[in-house]
């Protein structure tokens, strides 16, 4: 991603309408980066049960959407693991636009919409 396009992604917002034009499969991913931070297209299309080249496909799109960016580093420290992790994988995490999104939506929605 050029500096540039990063830029430009900070500055996006999503709203009810964008959310809306997002097809379930799409949905499924984003709530399941918001609930259980980074992760890689392998381990995604496990837990939402879809073929892996069906995930790395929507992945995609959703990272030039602007809902997704790519983790740089060797490392990830997730969430319940009590070492860092080594990336062998391209993991994904929220873009902030989408983080904040996500947080406003689940406090007005909440979880029955899960």
Known sequence: MLPEDRCN???ME???????QLGQAKRSIIIDLYQRGPDC?????????????DVMDLLDIL???GWLQRIKGTFLFKRGFKRPKHMNHTYYELS?????????WMREKGEKFL
């Open 41 to 53: 297209a392998k381990f995604l299309a496990r837990r939402l049960k879809s073929p892996l080249r």
């Open 63 to 65: 990272e030039k959407e």
């Open 9 to 11: 992604i900070m500055k």
């Open 14 to 20: 999503f709203n009810d309408k964008s959310w809306d």
């Open 96 to 104: 902030r636009p989408a983080q904040l999104f996500m947080r406003r």
